[in-house]
């Protein structure tokens, strides 16, 4: 007889506590000091945790993409794109008049927390192919995304503006980048509420008005 593999619920929620400890302690530590001066020692240390835990959470490589995962929609994607996430379905059963505004508001937040994050990500990828080909994975993910944002924006007669629908999302997805959040914000000096004001009157410009 095959013996049964034992589970244990708190285990489970134990191991996922742990998990998201060292993801919490890991984007920390790459946005704050760089993906190169940020140790498996030292995450262990800032996440309260051994570093043989710490591990068997890794390798580097995957714990700077899943920490930006955690970081941007409060969960790991495990290859799935926001639309298919918690977050997105959220952000789907907005009424026609909060939509923009609701789908600003949660990517504009999600830049903040991330922005820094994203220039670590950004530089690790230049010299670890691990990290390369995850980010390469994330961006597929992220184009797939701002498609059915435009897709969405398009079906409920919100998004008027005749065109291509692949320039449209592609035009999306450069104006609430990461990149733009760093320029804008943290380079420029622009309050988070003046950038979800210019991004809500871009997209409408660029995308809503006939």
Do not use: C
């Not at 926001?82 to 959220?90: P, V």
């Not at 597929?140 to 065109?163: C, E, H, W």
């Not at 104006?175 to 009157?201: A, F, I, K, N, T």
């Amino acid at each position: 007889m095959t013996p049964r593999a034992y589970s244990s619920p708190l285990r489970t929620a134990q191991a996922a506590d742990t998990r998201r400890r060292i993801l919490d302690a890991a984007a920390e530590l790459f946005a704050r000091d760089g993906y190169a001066s940020t140790s498996l020692a030292r995450l262990a240390e800032a996440a309260g945790v051994s570093l043989e835990t710490v591990k068997a959470n890794g390798p580097k490589s995957s714990l700077i993409l899943a920490a930006f995962d955690q970081a941007f929609t409060g969960q790991e994607s495990h290859g799935s794109t926001i639309g298919q996430q918690d977050a997105g379905a959220r952000l789907l059963a907005l009424p026609d008049d909060e939509l923009l505004e609701g789908w600003v508001e949660f990517i504009a937040s999600a830049n903040a927390r991330i922005s820094r994050l994203w220039i670590a990500l950004l530089d690790a990828s230049m010299g670890d192919p691990a990290v390369e080909q995850g980010l390469e994975a994330l961006q597929s993910r992220r184009r797939t995304d701002f498609r059915d944002s435009m897709a969405a924006f398009r079906a409920r007669g919100l998004a008027r503006r005749p065109g291509d629908d692949e320039e449209f999302a592609a035009a999306l997805q450069f104006l609430v980048s990461p990149s733009s959040y760093v320029q804008l914000v943290l380079d420029s000096g622009w309050s988070m509420r003046r950038y979800r004001e210019w991004l809500v009157d871009t997209v409408e410009r660029t995308v809503f008005t006939p």
